[in-house]
């Protein structure tokens, strides 16, 4: 099953190679915290990340590379592309807040096990959200049982005087297994344009990451192995 979802994403995406990029964003940032659940406390984590719209609709990838004071160096990475109904001309996608709705697809990669998620996605126009994404997926797990998924992302951006502000995230909230519990993740940064006052062309962001993951990873906190993280990180990010 897994194999034959990857050779269709691998089909959508050669298919989509001679698109045209109507924006795209690449960021690098540097967090570093000490209240991290199931393994080190303590890490550091430097993450890439690019996102793009396209013709034929829009792309998302981040990669994690993560340096707990263990000296236990791990990378994490996902993908996510989502194929646009209206772009590619399946369907008039627009009803009410839905301002369109997409073949939507996650790969979770790390150097124990891939997951492949796939679903349909909504982009909702909500008033002064930059964005506002709600994404419907089944998850084909490696190494345990398939379940459901849930994921809500946003972009806020405001403005304090005339200091600039943006508040974004992402709402996971996955299914039980047989073996694993349903959980909960809520990652969201409030993030200050701090390059407004250097006055560089970059944009370069300071501010927190907040991480609130109810049963990390599927593992039911108890009190010998606490898994519910509050998680509250230092975080740089460039824009380029």
Not at 41 to 57: K, L, M, Q, V
């Amino acid at each position: 099953m897994k194999q034959n979802l990857l050779l269709l994403c691998l089909l959508l995406c050669s298919a989509s190679l001679h698109s045209e990029v109507l924006w795209q964003d690449f960021r690098v940032s540097y967090l570093t915290g000490n209240h991290y659940r199931l393994g080190d406390n303590n890490r550091d984590i430097y993450t890439f990340e690019h996102a793009a719209a396209t013709s034929w609709g829009d792309s998302f990838f981040f990669l994690d590379h993560i340096r707990p004071d263990s000296g236990d160096v791990a990378n994490y990475a996902e993908w996510a592309p989502r194929w646009s109904f209206s772009k590619l001309g399946l369907a008039e996608a627009k009803w009410g807040l839905i301002s369109d709705v997409t073949f939507a697809t996650t790969v979770e990669m790390s150097s124990q096990t891939t997951h492949l998620l796939y679903g349909v996605g909504f982009n909702l126009d909500m008033a002064q959200f930059r964005y506002f994404q709600v994404n419907l997926y089944r998850r084909n797990n490696e190494k345990r049982s398939d379940n459901w998924q849930t994921t809500i992302t946003w972009g806020l951006p405001f403005a304090l005087g005339d200091q600039e502000f943006l508040y974004d995230g992402f709402l996971d909230w996955a299914s039980a297994t047989q073996n694993h519990n349903a959980n909960l993740n809520m990652t969201s940064q409030l993030k200050w344009l701090l390059s407004k006052a250097l006055n560089t062309e970059d944009k370069i962001y300071l501010g927190f990451e907040y991480v609130l993951w109810l049963n990390k990873f599927g593992v039911k906190d108890r009190p010998n192995l606490r898994s519910d993280e509050y998680n509250l990180n230092l975080l740089l990010k460039w824009h380029f």
